[in-house]
């Protein structure tokens, strides 16, 4: 079988923004233009005042097996370094960001999962952070955001071991937020992300910055909410009964 050339593919639609890592050939490894190529393609997305929300997800069954193992071979720095500028973009994003994960999250997609605000599974997927079964040291800010998730002790059994844990344990230990039935993930994750498209984004750029660590914006966030509408409509629309049309935007 033929399979097309490894992708970063992306589609915008009722404004939510899809982004599908399609390497079916190697179960979604990343390879080196990969990883350069989402930056750029996030900062796309994040000026677009269409899109709201972004969902990152694996093509067919698998979410991202990880780094392509070929192109640890040349230069694991250059490679490490690649991911971690992928993953910082993807922190970095303005608007919410939600891994749809089926199957295997591995390595370089565990990764991109813990990058984005949340993460649903299907039942039946695979976490696992596999550093120590190469040999390479993990980067630490890929750490911090690991034990930011699952806490030290968590974090140091996946690293420490490269096992794999199931998705209900994943679960359990904060690495994931919600756990679907096999067929359902979709549906949901298409729900979800419609409930955070109506929301005001004025709220959640904020509540991002905040809960990410941010702490020398209180007063940007003051004026913006002064000067947006958004609080007078959320209010007006509670009161009447309606739902709300809030205009503030990451975009503008």
């Known amino acids: 079988m033929e399979y097309p050339e490894p992708q970063l593919l992306h589609a915008v639609t009722d404004s939510i923004a899809t982004v ?6 190697k179960r979604n490894a990343m390879t080196a233009a990969m990883w350069r190529a989402l930056p750029p ?26 780094a392509d193992i070929s192109t640890l071979r040349r230069s694991p720095e250059e490679a490490q370094g690649l ?9 970095a994003f303005p608007k919410p960001t939600l891994a749809a994960v ?25 976490f696992g952070v596999t550093p120590a079964k190469l040999g390479i040291v993990y980067p630490a800010s890929s750490t911090r955001r690991l034990v930011s998730l699952v ?47 109506s ?3 004025l709220t959640q750029a904020a509540a991002k910055e ?27 629309a509670f009161l009447e009964r309606r739902a709300p049309h809030f205009t503030w935007t990451t975009s503008g």
């Open 210 to 236: 905040f809960a990410n660590g941010r702490t020398d914006r209180d007063g940007y966030w003051t004026g913006q909410a002064r000067g947006s509408g958004d609080t007078a409509e959320g209010v007006a």
């Open 102 to 126: 089926r199957g295997h999250c591995v390595g370089g997609g565990s990764q991109l999962a813990a990058a984005c605000d949340l993460r649903f599974a299907e039942e039946g997927a695979l």
């Open 151 to 197: 806490g030290p002790a968590t974090a140091k059994y996946l690293l420490f071991s490269g096992e794999l844990i199931d998705a209900e344990r994943a679960l359990r230990t904060g690495l994931v937020d919600e756990v679907l039935p096999e067929g359902e993930l979709a549906k949901r994750v298409a729900e979800f992300t419609r409930i955070l498209a």
């Open 199 to 201: 929301r005001s984004q």
């Open 83 to 91: 991911a971690v500028r992928a993953e910082e973009a993807l922190a």
């Open 20 to 25: 599908v890592v399609h390497h079916p050939a």
């Open 41 to 66: 393609l996030l900062d796309t997305l994040a000026a677009d005042p269409d899109v709201r929300v972004l969902v990152l997800t694996g093509e067919g069954g698998t979410f991202c097996a990880g």
